[in-house]
């Protein structure tokens, strides 16, 4: 998994409430277990119209906010089915940190899992964020994980919570299996003792 320590991105505005997984990755695109090639589809009931054609009233189909790394998005944001693809598309995307006032407790744990952040901030701390978002000329903001900021174009910072342990495997880029990895000394020792004192096994 990549690491995570400081970005600096075009914030699209997403003010849409209770924005569930199947909005996410729609269930037709489950089938994968792959990763990648997700991005195409990322919301793709709102992304596209039914000939296949990009919207044009999605924030993510203009410019800037095509490359947007960061989503700033309405309440409950990843409700709903606990597919893990949600993550997976939003990463291939190019999306690497939500900002929201809740998520739903699922996504949040499967996003600090494939390398994305989720930040929860007060509704007034949203609302700024959102207004500089939509600022087409100056849309980026900076995220600095390690000291737990987020640095808005005016230069004003908002701080955020996060837990200890979720913030180190971010930074040192650690999944389920390279926490699992970095233990592999102490797994080997138990092995070769079980060898030893349980032959049978």
């Not at 690491?3 to 209770?18: D, E």
């Not at 919570?161 to 979720?166: A, G, K, M, S």
């Amino acid at each position: 998994m990549e690491k995570f320590q400081n970005l600096k991105g075009i914030a699209a505005p997403f003010n849409i409430l209770n924005v569930d997984t199947d909005k996410i990755i729609p269930k037709q695109f489950l089938t994968t277990i792959k990763r990648t090639g997700l991005g195409k589809h990322l919301f793709d009931e709102m992304r596209y119209n039914d000939d296949g054609s990009e919207s044009d009233d999605f924030i993510l189909n203009r410019n800037p906010y095509r490359q947007a790394k960061i989503l700033v998005a309405g309440d409950n944001f990843g409700c709903g089915s606990s597919r893990e693809h949600a993550p997976w598309a939003l990463a291939d995307f190019g999306i690497k940190c939500i900002i929201s006032t809740s998520f739903a407790d699922i996504f949040y744990n499967n996003s600090f899992k494939n390398g994305l952040l989720p930040i929860k901030v007060s509704k007034d701390q949203r609302d700024a964020l959102l207004e500089d978002a939509k600022d087409a000329e100056n849309p980026e903001l900076e995220i600095d994980l390690k000291t737990q900021e987020i640095r808005r174009p005016n230069g004003a910072v908002i701080k955020f919570e996060l837990d200890p342990f979720r913030k180190k495997c971010l930074m040192e880029g650690l999944d389920d299996i390279g926490i699992t990895l970095k233990k592999e000394k102490n797994i080997k020792e138990f092995e070769n003792l079980i060898d030893i004192e349980r032959p049978w096994l």
